[in-house]
């Protein structure tokens, strides 16, 4: 431990509330240098959809690595590539009926989201991005302004603008009509918002506090953006690769965004990896235009070819994670309705789950009573006021109820010492 506080930066996070030193890791659980095990329903914040070094794609990889395959190539043509986009259309794009290109803007979330903004504001020469309530969109300049988190903001040192923030589903009272407020100002030539290029949304809102965007909701914004041509972007970097059940999150709401970012479990074994979907009328990049040294990293592409032929080749795998989804919020309204003093209750869509809490502090102490119980939870929302629960799509059933019995007993613990 002292290696890390004398050497690395004290940027460091998620240590700070683990502080132990990871090792090994297996399916859904991790184990610390001396050995001990955790319960995973982290699951590097949705990296990790298919669990830690899944065997199927594991092999894959170290097949790959021993026959002195490329690894690195830039964006040079390989057959790795050929292999994941001929896999990506047939077993994504094809069945969902989507034409989307595929860019791969470099290796990480905020490459995708970067590569997206750009494409928006070249494609209609408009520079404003409308932005929703505690979005979150990645740390580089251009995610992060359309990133609500004000701690975060904080951090950039200069003027985030371009962005017009407005309310996320029911942010406000509930009564008052969605888009009202966007419509009005679109609307009125005298409203001072400029002519947006686009919108950028996550259908839940990961880092924002588990808020889910209603199917409706997203019908609307999607009609509205169509009205006002306006481009969609869904944000699928946390969501997709099926964290919500379907492969995307959008598709319950039976919308078409223009653009799409994944990036998180799309290489399915948490190599780094991020696409940049558009649809075709949208490539107005010119080559080179924007790229990253790590776009093509082949590795990743392996193990996310391996990961969409293994879980994505029927719907089966969809419609467990609804099913365990299910049994997971069924078990958090539980603990919700013993802890309604503290004003708890459960947010959520597939196993994208949240046991939020009105009382300050409580959902910090619920992860910090459940990493001494043996179980890896993290909290989000501007208060850190949500539990939150992604464990890996493969955690069995009982590994699930494991998980959700240490949160229990955590749940008790922390509210032990706090007064409603
Ligand atoms: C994690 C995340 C990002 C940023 O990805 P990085 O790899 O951290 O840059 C962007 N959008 C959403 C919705 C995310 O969850």
């Known amino acids: 431990m002292e290696t890390f506080q004398r050497l690395e930066s004290e940027v ?22 001396t050995g001990k095990p955790y319960l995973d329903f982290f699951a590097g914040a949705g990296s990790l959809n298919y669990g830690h070094n899944n065997p199927e794609l594991k092999t894959s990889l170290i097949e790959y690595l021993t026959d002195d395959r490329i690894v690195h190539s830039l964006d040079a043509y390989s057959v790795a590539k050929r292999e994941f986009l001929e896999t990506f259309e047939q077993i994504v794009l094809k069945p969902r009926g989507l034409d989307y290109k595929v860019q791969f803007p470099g290796p990480a979330g905020n490459n995708a989201v970067e590569a997206a903004l750009k ?14 309530t505690n979005g979150f969109h990645g740390m580089t300049l251009g995610a992060l302004a359309v990133t609500g988190n004000s701690m975060k903001r904080g951090g950039a040192g200069v003027p985030l603008d371009h962005v017009a923030t407005m309310p996320f589903d029911n942010y406000l009272d509930g009564r008052t009509p969605d888009f009202l407020w966007l419509r009005s100002l679109l609307d009125d030539s005298g409203s001072g918002l400029d002519k ?56 319950e709401a039976g919308i078409t965004p223009d653009i799409v970012t994944l990036s998180k479990s799309i290489s399915g074994y948490g190599l780094p990896m991020a696409l940049t979907l558009f649809k075709r009328e949208l490539d107005v990049w010119e080559p080179g235009e924007h790229n990253g040294t790590f776009r093509g990293f082949n590795p990743a592409m392996v193990t996310g070819t391996e990961a969409l032929r293994r879980f994505w080749s029927d719907d089966s795998f969809a419609a467990s994670t609804k099913a365990k989804g299910d049994m997971v919020a069924a078990r958090l309204g539980e603990m919700a309705a013993e802890h309604s003093d503290f004003g708890a209750h459960v947010r959520g869509r597939g196993l994208a789950r949240g046991l939020a809490f009105e009382q300050d502090g409580i959902a910090k102490k619920v992860a910090a009573e459940s990493f001494d119980r043996g179980l890896l939870l993290e909290t989000s929302g501007p208060e850190d006021e949500v539990a ?20 229990a007993d955590a749940a008790r613990a922390a509210v032990k010492v706090a007064q409603p």
């Open 12 to 33: 460091r996070g998620y240590c700070r509330n683990w502080p132990v030193v990871f090792d090994r890791a297996v399916g859904s659980h991790v184990y610390d240098e």
């Open 119 to 132: 494409l928006a504001r070249k494609y209609t020469g408009r520079s404003t991005i409308v932005n929703f």
């Open 196 to 251: 947006p290029a686009a919108v950028i949304v996550e259908a839940v809102q990961g880092e924002g506090g588990i808020n889910v965007a209603s199917a409706q909701w997203l019908r609307e914004l999607s009609d509205l953006c169509r009205e006002y041509e306006i481009l969609l972007i869904v944000d699928d970097i946390q969501m997709g690769c099926g964290r919500t059940g379907d492969f995307f999150s959008f598709e």
């Open 388 to 407: 939150k629960l992604l464990p890996p799509l493969t955690a069995t059933e009982e590994e699930l109820n494991a998980g959700l019995d240490i949160m």
